[in-house]
């Protein structure tokens, strides 16, 4: 039998999920709802101002998903106790996992400005990527788990 994961792990596994599964219910509306509009005349003459800004800023956020968790961790002591080692890497992980879900919503919009469901997929695509990559590991907890227990404060720290 194998050893039962560590309870933040198993939280943070559900909470990725829930944010893995955002991304292909965002095709699923553009491609419903884009397809059926057939009366919209399509992108306008700002669309390309739109894909290029939105295209930056997907750049930046791609970048920031796959850097958050690590930044996160890095700013921790030597000293740092259990649960503040726990708490950095679930932030570093919901940051990561937000910022590669902006990816998608930017492809959302702009498959809603050009009515071309389309337009959505290399955004979604990239989006679910970075999420994918950001999977809660155990390895990345080991060190939690074979920490010798420290003199904490008995309560909730939240």
Not at 26 to 38: E, H
Not at 98 to 104: C, D, N, S
Not at 105 to 121: E, K
Request: net charge negative.
């Amino acid at each position: 039998m194998s050893p039962k994961p560590h309870p933040v792990l198993m939280t943070l596994r559900v909470m990725w999920f829930a944010f893995v599964s955002n991304h292909p219910i965002f095709v699923f509306i553009v491609f419903f709802v884009a397809s059926t509009n057939t009366d919209h005349p399509g992108p306008d003459e700002n669309f390309n101002v739109m894909l290029t800004a939105l295209s930056a800023v997907s750049v930046v956020m791609v970048i920031l998903s796959l850097t958050a968790r690590g930044f996160m961790m890095s700013r921790l002591s030597e000293s740092a106790s259990v649960q503040q080692v726990a708490s950095a890497y679930q932030t570093g992980s919901i940051l990561s996992w937000a910022f590669a879900e902006v990816v998608t919503i930017n492809g959302f919009v702009l498959a809603f400005i050009s009515m071309s469901p389309r337009t959505i997929l290399p955004f979604a695509v990239v989006g679910m990527v970075c999420n994918v990559l950001a999977f809660p590991r155990a390895r990345d907890l080991a060190s939690i788990d074979d920490a010798p227990p420290k003199d904490e404060p008995e309560g909730n720290a939240w």
